[in-house]
């Protein structure tokens, strides 16, 4: 039947893991409905998907999901759409003149495959090297936050923080190193839990061997407290 090979033809390229492009696919009028009114409507189509399942929504248990599944997807974990949340990265002049890479390593990750919209949890290791500015560490932690809380490609993820990050600091000489377990692998398909995926993006003096290595050394050392 054509609606089977449909659905095949659309499963096979999220399990090759396909991606646009290093923006994220928006349309023109992402932003012309306010959140309360994407809520409403999200909420009518999870009550639908549900309901389509066969699931009875007068149980208690269940009556209140599309509610909290709307309010979820709009303000926590695709809460990184809104250009408004963008974290305002002040930046700071290096007047200690620290002129080595700085690394700010197991930063969490919490995001979502955008091909079948199950989660994607590990860690992101950034570091940059000072081109006369600075910016606070919690800001590094917090753009990785707000990338991550949208659809993702990990690839693209990688590249929207380096991107960022360069932009901020005004230097190409930043690097991202993403190791993450992606449940659309772990939880079904396959469903190996033991793989992860690992993403990097080397800009500027990072694209250095020697440099590079430096990181990756750094992201190796024994840090727990």
């Given at each position: ?116 919209l199950l989660p994607i949890v590990g860690r992101a290791h950034i570091a940059y090297i000072s081109n006369g500015s600075v910016v606070g560490l919690s800001k590094m932690n917090r753009i990785v ?72 050394d750094y992201i190796q050392l024994d840090t727990q407290f």
């Open positions: 039947m054509k609606i089977d090979s449909d659905f095949n033809d659309i499963d096979a390229l999220g399990d090759d893991h396909v991606g646009s492009s290093s923006n994220t696919p928006l349309r023109a009028d992402a932003f012309d409905l306010t959140d309360a009114e994407k809520m409403e409507l999200i909420k009518d189509d999870v009550r639908h998907i549900l309901e389509t399942l066969g699931l009875d929504l007068n149980d208690d248990s269940l009556s209140g999901t599309p509610k909290r599944v709307a309010k979820m997807f709009v303000n926590e974990i695709f809460g990184g759409l809104d250009p408004n949340k963008k974290p305002k990265a002040s930046t700071f002049e290096n007047k200690y003149k620290y002129g080595e890479m700085l690394v700010e390593k197991n930063i969490t990750v919490y995001s979502t495959c955008e091909h079948h936050d707000y990338f991550s809380k949208r659809p993702q490609v990990q690839e693209r993820l990688t590249i929207q923080i380096v991107k960022e990050l360069q932009e901020v600091l005004n230097t190409k000489d930043v690097a991202c190193v993403i190791d993450a377990k992606h449940l659309c692998v772990n939880s079904r398909g396959i469903r190996d839990i033991e793989s992860s995926t690992v993403t990097s993006e080397f800009g500027g003096k990072f694209k250095d061997s020697a440099v590079r290595r430096e990181f990756l």
